[in-house]
């Protein structure tokens, strides 16, 4: 028999009053449906893996029991890490790309300091919006330190911001997205060592593109953890991504990780991802670096734009007009760029491109040859 309306109605509502109130805040991540022919909107890697390299693929997941558990462990994908990474194999947590791995330890590191009513997350903004988003959805307080003027870390607010708030975790994406630069070093290490009883998380999701990375800067401080991911060099679609702390709190880290979170497929093609294909990705990176400082150069011939220095695979382009009506009108030609339409102010007259193809990056500026003039 089906139950009246209202019985309905008010089952719903004393459900959703569990919710934690936190999410009240929120809105879901919405992903669009069908993707247009010149994808330039997620900071994907552009190309696909060539025949041999797929060859290579197949002929591992042939052999792979899909009808076990995937390894608990994923030992060969750890092996491979700490050889190609360096550090000790427990030095790693793995998780379905960085989202994961940050929720891991939203979980994980939630107790509040004495005498507050919330853990304190803080970073610097605009940055990478899970770090916000999924800390608040598990009951902490987001604090966000905006940029300088050059999209660096602002010292002076950020250290009064740790001395005022004593967060738990501190991120850093370095270089930044949607910015695309890399944060200056000194100015991390400075507020690394100022702040030792809080964790300080940089993330080098991008670092393959500036050929930078803090790596020896932070096995030299146990409070200081890398986070990467190889979503951005290929292999978005596998979702597999690490954080590297040390092994006194990767140990706490594991008891919050679910047991079979990295499925035998994903660990498999990760670890050829990161020993026999690394060369594939090399070439890959080297040719996406050199068609950003192509792109960038034709986007400044428009006075109406301005790209701003990037370490990423993505540029970050101020637009001199309507930047609704210039996406519009992109898509209209089936070229998809990322808008602003909320967060940092300065944000909403920027637009973000992915570095496509040569021959995307192509129809990107006879597109806006024909728009801009």
């Not at 304190?120 to 966000?144: C, D, I, K, L, N």
């Not at 990375?213 to 596998?238: D, N, Q, W, Y």
Request: with cysteine.
């Amino acid at each position: 028999m089906t139950p009246p309306d209202r019985w309905v109605s008010m089952s719903i509502e004393s459900l959703k009053a569990l919710f934690r109130p936190e999410l009240d805040e929120l809105s879901a991540y919405r992903v669009p449906p069908a993707p247009p022919a010149v994808k330039l909107d997620a900071n994907e890697s552009p190309w696909p893996l060539p025949p041999e390299a797929r060859a290579r693929i197949a002929a591992v997941l042939h052999t792979s029991e899909l009808h076990r558990y995937p390894d608990g462990r994923a030992t060969k994908l750890r092996d491979a890490l700490a050889r190609g990474l360096g550090g000790s194999v427990n030095e790693y947590v793995l998780g379905a790309g960085s989202d994961e791995l940050i929720a891991l330890m939203a979980t994980a590191m939630s107790r509040p300091r004495s005498g507050a009513d919330h853990p304190v997350v803080v970073f610097p903004e605009p940055t990478f919006g899970m770090y916000g988003m999924t800390s608040r959805a598990h009951g902490w307080q987001p604090v966000g330190v905006p940029l300088d003027d050059d999209w660096d870390l602002d010292l002076g607010a950020m250290s009064a911001t740790l001395e005022r708030t004593k967060p738990n975790v501190v991120y850093y994406a370095t270089p930044n997205n949607p910015t695309g630069n890399c944060f200056s070093r000194n100015k991390v290490e400075n507020l690394v060592d100022a702040f030792p009883d809080s964790l300080h998380v940089i993330d080098e999701a991008y670092g393959p593109y500036s050929g930078e990375s803090f790596a020896t800067f932070a096995e030299e401080r146990p409070h200081c953890a890398l986070m990467g991911t190889l979503s951005k060099v290929g292999f978005a679609g596998i979702r597999v991504g690490w954080v590297r702390i040390h092994e006194a709190l990767s140990h706490e880290l594991e008891k919050v990780r679910q047991p079979f979170n990295l499925n035998t497929a994903s660990q498999d093609i990760a670890t050829l991802a990161l020993t026999d294909l690394a060369p594939v990705l090399e070439e890959h990176i080297t040719s996406i670096v050199t068609e950003r400082e192509r792109l960038a150069t034709e986007l400044e011939r428009h006075e109406e734009l301005q790209c701003f220095p990037s370490d990423a695979n993505f540029l970050l382009v101020r637009v001199g007009g309507d930047v609704p009506e210039l996406c519009a009108a992109l898509l209209d030609r089936e070229i998809a760029v990322r808008q602003f339409s909320s967060g940092d102010s300065r944000l909403r007259s920027c637009i973000r491109i992915t570095i496509g193809t040569p021959q995307e990056n192509q129809r990107l500026v006879e597109a806006l040859r024909d728009i801009l003039g």
